[in-house]
């Protein structure tokens, strides 16, 4: 079966701090891979996305991803973390149905 | 540009009741999807609109069903409402199906029930 896995459920790190959050899937062949941001009481908002060509990958908000095959990974990063990067983030994929599967979520806890 | 919009933002109902809940999808949209957010988990597929009709649908039972209409807003309606129905439901739009599945969502309307 199709899956997306964050094997975080917490992450705390020091503002200016670099970042990375973990995520894994499982297709039979290479989804399109996304990761969401979701601030408290509001919805889904794209950080980025891979489809295909350069593994690494730039968003918004300072925020990349790279995409290894090999590990059926593709992990979020940024180099310095804000208190505004408070959030739960999410990583997402979709096969051949282009409907997104989501992962359970990582909560990133800020602190000053 | 007009984002998606979702009302209402927050309800309370009882076990046995109806809700019907709105979404007007993203001007140029004509794909709408529904997901049910319980309390610290991730977005779970409801199921899909495209032009007025159901496109994909996830695990979810009968009395989960939906509407699109031909401005391409939608309505996600639940009967017999569960306690365990509580939860955020989140409409995302997309320009349309097979385009890889990016989402643009709403901010949700939060259920209770009880």
């Known amino acids: 079966a199709q899956s997306v896995t964050q094997p975080d459920i917490h992450i705390t790190v020091s503002e200016g701090a670099s970042l990375e959050l973990r995520c894994n899937y499982s297709y039979g062949a290479t989804p399109y891979l996304f990761w969401y941001v979701q601030s408290p009481g509001q919805g889904l908002q794209l950080l980025l996305k891979y489809f295909s060509g350069d593994t690494l990958v730039q968003g918004i908000k300072g925020f990349e991803a790279e995409f290894k095959r090999s590990q059926s990974s593709f992990n979020l990063r940024k180099p310095s973390v804000h208190w505004s990067d408070a959030a739960e983030y999410f990583c997402a994929a979709s096969g051949g149905s282009y409907i997104p599967t989501f992962g359970r979520g990582t909560s990133l806890i800020v602190h000053p | 540009e007009t984002g998606v919009t979702q009302s209402p933002t927050h309800l309370i109902k009882t076990r046995g009741q109806q809700v019907t809940l709105r979404c007007s999808s993203q001007?140029?949209?004509?794909?709408v999807s529904w997901y049910q957010q319980a309390l610290g988990q991730g977005p779970q597929f409801i199921f899909q609109?495209?032009?007025?009709?159901?496109?994909g649908r996830g695990n979810f039972p009968p009395r989960f069903s939906g509407l699109q209409f031909p401005n391409y807003s939608s309505e996600l309606n639940v009967n017999a409402l569960e306690l365990d129905d509580s939860a955020l439901y989140l409409c995302?739009?997309?320009?349309?199906?097979?385009?890889?599945?990016?989402?643009?969502f709403g901010e949700g309307s939060r259920l209770t029930v009880l």
């Open positions: 995302a739009s997309s320009p349309g199906t097979g385009v890889t599945g990016e989402l643009f």
């Open positions: 609109y495209y032009r007025e009709e159901e496109n």
């Open positions: 001007s140029g949209h004509n794909t």
